[in-house]
């Protein structure tokens, strides 16, 4: 069975900085390329950043270039968001996503292109 993890979130105050880990079990996380994305009350799912499968291709969105990084360990199975410098309205439901391809350049941001989500992990930007 095919299965995410999102684990990491919580409540952080402004300027503070967060490290989001997706697990991934039931396959081997390395012919997939993930993507993080949020979604904040009230508004639609985003997309945050993604990395291809081979990492050499990293996207992120432009509200959060310069502060979040993505990075993936193939041997461990994972994939993290390391949030800093966050902000109010950083805050949402963070969820991470798979889909298998063949190119290893592959990385969008688009919640269509994913086939596996995980059930979120919460994250609170508040003084």
């Known amino acids: 069975q095919l299965q995410l993890v999102e684990s990491g979130g919580g409540m952080v105050q402004p300027g503070g900085s967060l490290r989001l880990s997706c697990a991934a079990s039931?396959?081997?996380?390395?012919?997939?390329?993930i993507g993080w994305f949020r979604q904040a009350p009230g508004k639609e799912r985003e997309g945050v950043s993604c990395?291809?499968?081979?990492?050499?291709?990293?996207n992120y969105a432009d509200s959060v270039k310069g502060r979040f990084t993505i990075s993936r360990d193939n041997a461990k199975n994972t994939v993290y968001l390391q949030m800093n410098s966050l902000k109010p309205e950083d805050t949402a439901i963070y969820y991470c996503?798979?889909?298998?391809?063949?190119?290893?350049?592959?990385?969008?941001?688009?919640?269509?292109?994913?086939?596996?989500w995980g059930q979120g992990t919460q994250v609170t930007v508040s003084s």
């Open positions: 996503a798979a889909v298998y391809t063949t190119v290893q350049s592959m990385c969008v941001m688009r919640n269509r292109a994913y086939d596996y």
């Open positions: 990395i291809s499968s081979s990492g050499g291709i990293r």
């Open positions: 039931g396959f081997t996380l390395s012919y997939y390329t």
